[in-house]
């Protein structure tokens, strides 16, 4: 197999670990069908666990994932002239590195090749590691698509967009590759190469779904608003394209047919953007009687909704809807990037509940100018809109957003420190992203422990004010409760919240069960 595509293994210091749920990758299976569409062929290799009792305990931290004796064996036998790995997420770039340690010391010509948003976003400190050969940066279909064509043919580097990479020791970034202007080119993503039902979580791991089994969509790229604390820019700029509304459906009616889906959960940064597409989407999905359940948990733009689209939302399938509402205070929301009527958010959440849709809103507190009547403006219009859950997200100021630099400004946080150095210890930037989404920062008037008693008062206010609510007037839940499946999915919805709620007052302070693994069934260091 000349190309190698690796979803890596993640690993976290003991103190903090947790097992996340493993999800599809995505990205790796759209490189691969869109590899297929021009008969390169390409395998990916799974170095995560499905099960938490799989760890691995190796010095000070767990890994949930293989061990590099198989890793090792994978490399041997596969004999690779290309490894692709993705590396999406900061926290653990660190593992990243590692696999491209252990591949490298099997054979030093492999080569190496990083894409996501970690990648996209850090290229320049990422190719001073002797083990990366190259980053495809952005959207990664076309670029590692003539990478591999170059490669494999001993090319030039030179002429390939979208790519940097090292040469006589010094880093070159290529001109950005083109984008796709039309997403519909682009295969769906190729699931069968994979072991697809592992993905599916048990039911009692993924508490929140109406129904089972779920699986990921994703039905746009991008988003063309400019709030102040978002990274996705850095993978596809200021860009937002949509896939057309009978390709997205053909997935959707392909994941219900030939995997036995029933629940969609689309992952789109911004997807209802084009209010004609979003429409003809939810059209499509009637008219084919196609029945699916669907959410919308990264946030919808409140402003692209109408009662009309929230109609057919409901028609199609969709039962329950996340608002990106990020402040109450109207001045902190111009600053963060969403100048937006907090009076037609109201409208529209009082009108999905009204329809039987359940409604989340994300709120985000810590903004680096934001005083104590912002953060109170955050909390009272959470818990007076009408919405039947909230999140109250510390701020994390992440290097590639634009609020880091008034951080830096104000001499709140300043890391270039660490990307400066010449060999930057990635474990190290880990208890940093750790600390920042744990913790917050110091803001001009918060102290981040004041920030972190806030967060806690704005869930238990949040949470005590929505039970009373609903206590003393019951019947705003009679509008969701359409059919016996509402009525199940509400009475676990009222379990989980009652949990939340006893944790949160936990009158006799018994401790809380997380799920996290069983002590003793982690496996021994095999390093």
Known sequence: MDILLINPYYSQRKE?????????????????????????????????????????????????????????KIIKKENPKIVGITSMYSIYYADVVDIAKTIKKINNDIKIVLGGNHASSYYPYILKNQNIDIVVIGEGERAFLDLCNVLLNNGALKNIKGIAYKENGNIIKNEPAEVFSNLDEIPFPARDSIDFKKYIPPRHMVPYLMRYPAATIITSRGCPGKCVYCTVKAVWGRTWRGRGAKNVVDEIEMLVHDYGIKEIVVLDDSASINKQRWSDICDEIINRKIDIKWSTPNGIAHWTLDKNILDKMKKAGCYRVTFGIESGNAETRKFLGKPYSLQQAKEMLKYANKIGMWTICTNILGFPYEKEDSIRDTINFAKKCGTDFATFYLLIP????????????????????????????WYEFEKINYILSETGTDTMFFKKEELRRLQKNAYRSFIIYRFLSYAFVPWKILHKLNSWEDFLYCMKLFKNGALILFRLLNPFKIGTVHFLYKKGHVKKDTK
């Open 16 to 72: 903090y670990h947790s097992f996340i749920v493993p999800a599809p990758p995505l990205a790796l299976l759209y490189l691969t069908g869109y590899l297929r569409k021009y008969n390169v062929d390409c395998k990916i290799c799974e170095f995560g666990v499905f099960d938490p009792s799989d760890a691995i305990n190796i010095g000070e931290r767990v890994r949930f994932g293989i061990s590099d004796e198989e890793i090792k």
């Open 398 to 425: 992440q290097p590639t957003s634009d609020v880091y630099g008034y951080f830096k400004k104000e001499n709140l946080l300043n890391l270039d420190a660490f990307f400066e150095n010449e060999n930057p210890d």
